[in-house]
């Protein structure tokens, strides 16, 4: 089971999710773009794979809420991983990341992460 899907249970059957409580903005940047998500209901890696695969271009920078508050440590560690693959340069976690979330990612991405908090300014000159 690809873990980057989100599941629900009907009944005895475990389905696909068809989340659609979910809304991310893509601003295009050049060759690049940022992709500002809201919470990340559908999953911070199915937001990424879903948003360059409309854009066909590469993520520069991802913000937002990754929604991994008390996530288990196999979903973070997929959750790192799906992002790194990428190649995304900046990352700013925001609101319903979680600490272990910032964590893991600062962990792995070190300089490259920026936790969110209110009045922060952002720039992304293309």
Partial sequence: M???????VDGRKLIKDPL????????????KMVVITGCGHSGI???VRHSMKLMNKPIFAL????HLNKA?????KDAVEGVKAPGIEKIYPGHCTGFDGVCAF???FGD???PLHVGKEVKFVP
């Fill in 2 to 8: 690809d873990r980057a899907v989100g599941y629900v």
């Fill in 20 to 31: 659609k409580d979910d809304i991310s903005l893509l601003v295009e940047l050049g060759g």
């Fill in 45 to 47: 890696l199915n937001i």
């Fill in 63 to 66: 913000m937002g809420g990754f």
């Fill in 72 to 76: 288990k440590r196999d979903i973070l």
């Fill in 106 to 108: 600062m962990n792995t």
């Fill in 112 to 114: 490259k992460v920026e």
